[in-house]
């Protein structure tokens, strides 16, 4: 069984006045965020054999902050087709993972995670943890996405949704509203 765990970037800093949206950090409450969800995981047991990261800037600060929850280096390999990609581009960039890797962590941007966990994971009536991701995948989010079978041969529909986390529901002055 493959596990594709996806991670949104934590939530970045608006008020800071940079030139272009790829240099945008994180602010105080995203970086509190992804270090709360680096601890979780970790009290998951999650672990990962390959990690691909968009190069943003608060990308890489998210994942600096959840490395430290983590208490471990992730060995993130930065790829720019995650940058601000639709959740076809990611898919098809999970589709080229090397076939020994058994546990990824994708760490990007929405709406592209976002749909990929809607088009991976099949409506039920009665699955209300992918109605939580419909409903909205927040920043510093993760999702847990388990199938059968080869990255290479991953279909639309063809996930189970294992877990889904959003920071406030770990700590709710993680909300929004929450300073």
């Known amino acids: 069984m493959k596990t594709l765990t996806l991670l949104r970037h934590a939530k970045s800093g608006w008020d800071d006045p940079v030139a272009r949206d790829f240099d945008r950090p994180l602010n105080a409450k995203g970086e509190r965020a992804a270090t709360t969800m ?3 995981v970790r009290a998951l047991g999650l672990g990962f054999d390959h990690v691909v990261a968009s190069p943003a800037r608060r990308v890489e600060e998210t994942i600096a902050g959840f ?6 280096t992730l060995g993130a390999v930065p790829d720019r087709r995650i940058y601000l990609a639709s959740a076809v581009t990611l898919l098809d ?3 080229e993972l090397p076939a020994d890797v058994e546990r990824a962590l994708l760490i990007g941007h929405n709406p592209g995670l976002e ?9 039920s009536d009665d699955d209300a943890l992918r109605a939580r991701v419909e409903d909205k995948f927040p920043t510093a989010s993760l999702a ?6 080869a990255w290479a041969d991953l279909k639309m529909n063809g ?3 294992e877990n889904f986390v959003r920071p406030r529901d770990l700590d709710p002055a993680l909300g929004p509203d929450q300073a």
């Open 38 to 40: 680096g601890r979780h």
């Open 67 to 72: 490395e430290a929850g983590y208490g471990a």
């Open 93 to 95: 960039l999970v589709r």
């Open 115 to 123: 749909d990929l966990v809607l088009m991976l994971v099949p409506a």
């Open 144 to 149: 847990v996405i388990a199938f059968d079978g």
């Open 159 to 161: 996930g189970r949704l």
